[in-house]
């Protein structure tokens, strides 16, 4: 056997492990979620069915949970998405020789540990609340929008700094040496750059409000999240209605992903032959001048 075979070979069975260790428990719980013991099993297979996906859709905590957790996390990407996008605006604005203490500071809560950043919200907003008599605001959903917001929005300014970086500023100043406005400079110039990093930032804010935990469990106070309700449920014993809820969330994930790349390789298509054709019409108007 040649060195060049037995590489590709290990490359294979690497690759085959990789794959097994990533996605062999998605699979085991798939199919526990189609199989009939009361207990999650996987073999022997004693049945097909899909009576837990009705049992999950009439469990009343896990339902609330999940529409608490929808609620919490667009209101996440709502507040998060737009500190991101001026935490990073920011970042390109100011001197070059405070950058650096400025990134320490507005990337500290992505190191901090969720369970301090949860019991300093609640301590905070309580003491907050008593002192200005707006004690409507210590409920469980606001503070976990905020203990949630303090470091998902670092991500989100991360991801935007980082396509912000490759802007060519000299466009902002042939607008502006143009007659436009700054307003207009960010909305019609700065805004459609960065689009793919706000939809990338909102999309990775929503999946880290969704699966947070340990934030959310000291935050939420009465209130209950679906992170909340399934780790209760877990304690007292898994079922095959939890691993339901995760083949599904796991399935919409998967569409939700291959439907951003299609829409995505259209628009990048749509890009290319925009391109192409402003490219064809200088050259025509370029031959005809050269003509006449």
């Keep these: 056997m040649t060195s060049g075979r037995f590489q ?4 294979a069975i690497y690759v085959a492990m990789f794959f097994a260790y990533l996605l062999g428990p998605l699979v085991v719980m798939a199919i526990s979620a189609f199989n009939t013991p009361e207990y999650p099993q996987v073999w022997p297979l004693e049945g097909f069915t899909t009576d837990w996906f009705g049992r999950l859709f009439a469990d009343n905590d896990l339902m609330e949970g999940f529409r608490t957790s929808l609620w919490i996390g667009l209101l996440v990407v709502c507040i998060s998405v737009p500190i991101g996008l001026a935490g990073a605006i920011v970042m390109t604005q100011i001197a070059t020789t405070a950058r650096s203490f400025y990134y320490l500071v507005v990337v500290s809560p992505v190191l901090t540990p969720g369970v301090i950043i949860g019991i300093s919200t609640v301590v905070f907003w ?135 790349e299609v829409l995505k390789r259209r628009d990048d298509r ?19 001048a050269t003509a006449q």
């Design 126 to 260: 309580r003491e907050f609340t008593l002192v200005t008599g707006t004690r409507f605001l210590y409920d469980g959903i606001i503070l976990t929008v905020l203990g949630q917001s303090s470091f998902i929005s670092a991500y989100c300014m991360l991801i935007v700094l980082a396509r912000l970086q490759r802007f060519d500023r000299s466009q902002e100043e042939a607008a502006l040496d143009l007659g436009a406005s700054y307003p207009q400079v960010f909305l019609h110039i700065l805004l459609p750059y960065l689009k793919p990093a706000l939809f990338s930032a909102a999309v990775l804010a929503f999946l880290s409000s969704f699966e947070n935990y340990n934030t959310t469990t000291f935050a939420i106070l009465s209130d209950k999240s679906l992170t909340t309700v399934l780790a209760g449920r877990v304690r007292q014993g898994s079922t095959p209605s939890i691993s339901a809820l995760a083949t599904l969330i796991v399935g919409v994930t998967i569409v939700a992903a291959i439907t951003y």
């Design 270 to 288: 749509r890009a290319r032959e925009r391109q192409v054709a402003a490219i064809r019409a200088e050259e025509a108007e370029l031959s005809l």
């Design 8 to 11: 590709r070979i290990m490359f």
